[in-house]
């Protein structure tokens, strides 16, 4: 099995830089955006004085920043490229769905940031502090300046636990677990397994996310977990979102409506947690609709997505759009203002779904055009997977010729072994363009 994954891997990545060596060919005729400026074509002239230079300076190594750098020591040369994140491991966060359900160990999710970084890159191991596009310098925590001619930022967004009153204190509790940190995912897993009777309550909150299925996957793998150890009878499984909705796009909503309804699941939209009472085992919601009206549910298990927002070095600096978020075109991914400035990932102001698949698809189109390409496998069980693909518009975009709104567990595989191994191994070396050439290929060039 794992021989054949890579096989197959290997194979998808040669496509997939095949595919982008012709784009980017053909790119040399067309500009990406009419009014815009390719990177070639930039021309910058102030430079403050500064302890370090680059040409190119990536601001955060997480998969955008990694993913991006590969590509730019291709482009300019290692010794033109320096990244500055101060993490000394990095982590595929996709499969921290499997670590909160135990299908997967944390270990397997993390390696060391030295042993990704692009050979002969230099890494900066340091947090940003502040950013100055008007003099094309960043100035790290340790008070290094370091200027540069362009910049991509890629710094993915906050986690905000203290915004839920008594939530940094309730993660401490054995029942309460979040699968969006390396610190408390092992502890969903953890409140899982120990799980008797009552409600397991799952969370989505009141700002944008990342992965916005990731809050809805745990409580179908949490589901399926209670029903293999007998103890989903004695169980309410519970999901309060935020939203108005179970998920963004329709299709894909309306199948998620059945499986919600199959399984006995309650839904309770535009449901806000508000507080987190550990010593009782109590969540409060705010109901959206009613402001001032709150609702109290006892827990047995309580998962939380925590609110999200953009990083507070980006929200303070000339870069940020008036929510904090990297101000780009949506089109060719860069600055509004600050034409040597560029944005990937979590960080930017695109309105489409902060995901890694989004970041890959990015990556290719940065020097085309993007069309806002995100997908999300919703895991529905141990081994089932819908897989949602859509676009700006919120379209289907869909790799496959089969219904992906369907639960498959082919697709299931696709998450949990062959993702990772692309991940690993083509995404973060920039190899991988997302799946628009397999798209093509599967649909006769008709999508
Ligand atoms: C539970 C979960 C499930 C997910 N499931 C999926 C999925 O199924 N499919 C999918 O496509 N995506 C999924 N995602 C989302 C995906 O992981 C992110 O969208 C992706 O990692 C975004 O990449 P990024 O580079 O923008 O941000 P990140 O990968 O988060 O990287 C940001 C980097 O910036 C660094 N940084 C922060 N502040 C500073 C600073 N001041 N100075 C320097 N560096 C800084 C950080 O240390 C970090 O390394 C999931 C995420 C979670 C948490």
Not at 64 to 74: C, E, F, V
Not at 185 to 198: I, M, P, R, Y
Not at 361 to 376: H, K, M, P, Q, V
Request: hydrophobic content about 40%; aromatic content about 8%.
């Amino acid at each position: 099995m794992g021989q054949l994954l890579s096989i197959i891997a290997h194979i998808l990545m040669y496509c997939s830089l095949l595919f982008q060596q012709r784009m980017a060919a053909l790119h040399r005729l067309r500009q990406c955006h009419p009014t815009g400026t390719a990177i070639s074509h930039l021309h910058t002239s102030s430079r403050a004085p500064a302890k370090q230079h680059y040409k190119m300076l990536v601001l955060g190594g997480g998969s955008g920043g990694i993913a991006m750098s590969a590509r730019m020591k291709r482009m300019l040369g290692a010794e033109n490229v320096a990244v500055v994140e101060p993490s000394e491991m990095h982590y595929y966060q996709p499969i921290w769905t499997l670590v909160g359900a135990g299908a997967k160990s944390v270990a397997s999710s993390g390696r060391p940031t030295a042993s990704i970084m692009p050979s002969g890159v230099k890494w900066v191991k340091s947090r940003v502090q502040e950013i100055s596009p008007d003099t094309n310098t960043v100035r790290t925590e340790d008070g290094t300046e370091i200027s540069y001619e362009y910049l991509i930022v890629a710094l993915g967004l906050q986690l905000h636990y203290e915004k839920i009153k008594g939530l940094p204190e309730a993660l401490e509790h054995p029942k309460i677990g979040s699968n969006y940190s390396v610190e408390t995912v092992e502890k969903t897993w953890k409140a899982l397994q120990n799980f008797k009777e009552g409600n397991a309550v799952f969370t989505f909150p009141n700002t944008p996310v990342k992965c916005p299925g990731a809050p809805q996957k745990i409580m179908y793998l949490s589901d399926d977990f209670l029903r293999k150890t007998g103890k989903r009878a004695n169980a309410n499984v519970i999901y309060n979102t935020s939203l108005p909705v179970l998920f963004g796009i329709k299709k894909y909503a309306d199948s998620l409506w059945q499986i919600v309804k199959s399984r006995d699941l309650q839904v309770n939209l535009r449901h806000n947690l508000i507080e987190v009472r550990a010593d009782k085992q109590e969540a409060v919601f705010e109901n959206l609709d009613n402001p001032g009206e709150t609702k109290v549910i006892e827990f047995e298990m309580l998962h939380v997505a925590p609110p999200m927002g953009p990083c507070s070095v980006l929200k303070d600096s000339p870069l940020a759009d008036q929510a904090g978020w990297l101000d780009v075109d949506k089109d060719c991914l860069q600055h509004k203002r600050y034409p040597n400035v560029f944005g990937i990932g979590d960080c930017t102001n695109l309105p489409t779904a902060k995901t890694a698949a989004a970041v890959g698809s990015a990556i290719l189109e940065s020097t085309l055009r993007y069309d806002g390409y995100s997908s999300c496998p919703l895991v529905t069980s141990y081994n089932t997977v819908v897989l949602a693909e859509f676009d700006y518009n919120g379209q289907p975009l869909e790799t496959f010729p089969i219904n992906q709104a369907k639960e498959r567990r082919v697709m299931y595989h696709m998450k949990a072994d062959l993702m990772p191994y692309l991940y690993w191994h083509g995404f973060l070396r920039g190899l991988w363009g997302g799946p628009e050439p397999y798209r093509k290929l599967l649909h006769l060039g008709m999508k």
